[in-house]
């Protein structure tokens, strides 16, 4: 039986060759503000000496976690320093940074756009599902089409891979919050506003926080993809050792990557344990010292 062609792949490439055609100056201008964004965050990495990087790390730990994290993350950094992967370290990081500030700059609004409207929602939610289902290697594709080798391409792949799930638990955080929470705010007079920002994301955070986490850990494992197209960082190693049956330098850097994904996971978890959601108590706490201060 012969196979039948719906012409679904020259579709995608007239798609692309339309937009290369008529698009240039709208890509460049992305270019060029994710480059700025990769490359800040980068040279402010770079910037930092080796001992007051790792110092940094270990107070965070410290103060987010607990001393035998602690102990364990200058372990980790040691070690990373002691395989000479410092440096490509600190590239992998800053992609994963910049990826993840992009993807928390587009998704959390998104996602309270998709809790505050259904319309919003159907549009979103088919998205989502395409970007979480996409086998990782295919976002490289249309990343090096559209802008080249490099840095910029790996981190709008890693932005797109790593999107969604920042976005779908915002919208689902927003969405479980109490509705005593909500009417007590509409009852004190809280603007739309107000009520997001004093209400809504305080009692959603920890979600977000979640969210944020998971966009993070995606982004650190698309990286490493990413090394395909020229992103850097400890990918190429990992890439490196692939080529060349390299078993040793394979394992440091997936060795590597695997001590940054532990240290972030836990330092950024830290950040979703113990959010302050809204308290009553607090409001009406308010509302008393409000009063006096008027009497």
Not at 141 to 151: K, N, Q, S, T, V
Not at 167 to 172: A, C, E, F, S
Request: neutral net charge; charged residues 10%; aromatic residues 6%.
């Amino acid at each position: 039986m012969q196979d039948i062609d719906l012409g679904i792949g020259d579709a995608a490439d007239a798609v692309v060759n339309y937009i290369l055609d008529h698009f240039t100056p709208a890509l460049d201008v992305i270019a060029a503000t994710i480059g700025f964004v990769t490359d800040g965050i980068q040279a402010g990495l770079q910037m930092l000496p080796m001992p007051a990087a790792i110092a940094i790390v270990v107070l965070l730990a410290l103060w987010r976690v607990g001393w035998k994290f602690a102990v364990f993350a200058l372990a980790a950094l040691l070690l990373i320093a002691g395989m000479g992967l410092w440096g490509r370290m600190m590239e992998t990081l800053s992609l994963v940074l910049a990826a993840t500030v992009i993807a928390i700059v587009i998704g959390v609004p998104l996602g309270i756009a998709m809790a505050r409207s259904k319309a919003v929602q159907m549009v979103a939610r088919p998205a989502l599902d395409l970007m979480q289902t996409m086998p990782a290697f295919v976002y490289l594709i249309p990343a090096a089409m559209f802008f080249g080798l490099g840095a910029v391409p790996g981190t709008i792949a890693t932005v797109i891979f790593a999107m969604p799930p920042v976005v779908r638990l915002t919208n689902l955080g927003i969405r479980q919050v109490h509705a005593e929470f909500i009417e007590a705010g509409l009852a004190f007079g809280c603007t739309p506003t107000q009520l997001l920002m004093k209400v809504q994301i305080p009692n959603a955070l920890p979600s977000i926080m979640a969210g944020i986490n998971q966009t993070i850990m995606l982004s650190l494992s698309m990286v490493v993809i990413a090394s395909m197209i020229g992103a850097g960082g400890l990918g190429n190693t990992v890439l490196t050792g692939i080529q060349r049956l390299d078993v040793g330098t394979g394992f440091e850097g997936g060795l590597a990557v695997v001590v940054l994904a532990v240290l972030l996971d836990r330092i950024t978890q830290s950040f979703g344990q113990k959010g302050s959601g809204f308290s009553l108590r607090q409001l009406f706490a308010g509302r008393r010292d409000k009063a006096a201060l008027e009497a």
